[in-house]
């Protein structure tokens, strides 16, 4: 026989001032309270990085639904991480345009420079690779995102040269695409 222990959190107690102002604004714009559920975790995420099961369970009683409604909310939208990332997360579009233009190649020079496959984070918890359906750049394959930015026509140095931009710091270096 399991035992399961439950602890009650109260959302104030958990969440950030600005998180809750962040999210009452969210739930403002919304009909209901529940529709807001992917604006609050996106709002939570912003601030912590991933949504661990504890921000989702207190998100969700803020906003009055069950952790298993919005449990699906956080699934089926990609951009939500429910584990810790990097500082950098790096979307690579696999679709069938990027994998007819080159796809294999910008992968394998990414693996290859970060020493990481899919799934992963580097040691110094940098970057995160993770692949994405589709980054509605088909005419522009290959495609990736970091952060809200694309990156596309891609080649293996390219993607080589925009990371190492970022292991760098170099944010502001522009990248000749």
């Known amino acids: 026989m399991e035992i399961i222990k439950t602890i009650t959190v109260h959302p104030t107690d958990y969440l950030t001032s600005q998180e809750l102002a962040d999210i ?34 207190v998100i969700a009683a803020y906003l009055k639904m069950s952790s298993a409604e919005l449990e699906g909310v956080a699934t089926f939208y990609n951009l939500i991480y429910r584990q810790p990332v990097g500082k950098y997360v790096i979307h690579l579009c696999n679709s069938v345009s990027c994998h007819l233009t080159g796809y294999q190649q910008v992968l394998h020079a990414i693996e290859q420079h970060l020493n990481i496959g899919y799934g992963q984070t580097t040691e110094d918890n940098r970057f995160t690779l993770l692949s994405n359906v589709c980054l509605g750049g088909c005419d522009k394959s290959p495609v990736m995102m970091i952060g809200k930015q694309h990156y596309e026509q891609l080649t293996p140095e390219k993607a080589v040269e925009i990371i190492t931009a970022l292991q760098n710091e170099n944010q502001n270096v522009e990248v000749e695409l």
């Open 24 to 57: 009452e604004h969210e739930i403002s714009l919304m009909e209901t309270r529940e529709a807001a559920g992917i604006e609050a975790l996106k709002v939570v995420q912003s601030h912590r990085g991933w949504i661990s099961d504890e921000s989702l369970h």
